[in-house]
């Protein structure tokens, strides 16, 4: 089953900060967020694991609650670049992604 | 190194005529997978190829798409008789093992007339 995004969308200016949420009603082994901008390919944030371990590669937090099927994707201090449309993506092996949050920076 | 390559980048044809897109994972990665993006849409998982193991096609529509891959390297997803409803870009993704990041190709953009 699709895991549900908040928001659908949400506009900030530069330096403020953004929470996007990814809720599955099914258990999670792990979350994947992926970071899309307008006619280019999904590009890989992070992934976070059943036990506490992350991996990433940009300076993006998240958390990750088991018990509560539900994941967080942090951005503090935006910038202009991080506007595009944010994945998340849940289950083992194959990806079943959310509909998508578009976050959308302005100077 | 050279990333995920897809050809063709875009793809015109009519109602009813088969086609095949093609995806070169990056050398070395175990698991691929295809997914789909209509216009202004999420991603909908196709279908996931790791190692040897037998394909998780669940999330392929219809009978009429269909995919393999050779030689556990290269992929080609085919649609046969085609329909407007899969005008869409069509997504490949490797990793190097299931669950890992995943590292997404360009797309190729199918448009039936």
């Known amino acids: 089953q699709q895991p549900v995004q908040s928001p659908q969308a949400v506009i900030l200016r530069e330096g403020e900060d953004a929470v996007i949420n990814c809720s599955s009603s099914?258990?999670?082994?792990?979350v994947h967020w992926y970071r899309q901008k307008h006619g280019e390919a999904p590009v890989f944030l992070m992934i976070?694991?059943?036990?506490?371990e992350q991996k990433g590669h940009e300076k993006i937090s998240a958390s990750f609650n088991e018990k509560k099927q539900q994941s967080s994707l942090y951005l503090t201090a935006s910038q202009l670049s991080y506007s595009g449309t944010y994945f998340c993506?849940?289950?083992?092996?194959?990806?079943?992604f959310g509909q998508g949050t578009i976050l959308t920076v302005h100077p | 190194g050279a990333g995920v390559s897809q050809s063709p980048s875009n793809k015109v044809t009519e109602k009813g005529k088969d086609v095949e897109l093609r995806c070169d994972p990056i050398?070395?990665?175990?698991?691929l997978y295809w997914y789909r993006q209509s216009l202004g849409q999420g991603l909908e998982f196709l279908i996931y190829?790791?190692?040897?193991?037998?394909?998780?096609k669940s999330g392929l529509p219809s009978d009429r798409f269909s995919a393999e891959r050779t030689g556990g390297s290269v992929s080609t997803l085919t649609i046969q008789r085609t329909q407007q409803e899969d005008s869409a870009v069509y997504l490949c993704?490797?990793?190097?093992?299931?669950?890992?990041?995943?590292?997404f190709g360009p797309g190729t953009r199918l448009t039936v007339l």
């Open positions: 993506g849940t289950e083992y092996g194959k990806l079943t």
């Open positions: 050398s070395g990665h175990t698991a």
């Open positions: 993704a490797s990793s190097s093992r299931g669950g890992d990041e995943q590292f």
């Open positions: 099914k258990a999670l082994y792990s």
């Open positions: 976070l694991l059943k036990g506490g």
């Open positions: 190829f790791q190692g040897n193991s037998a394909p998780d």
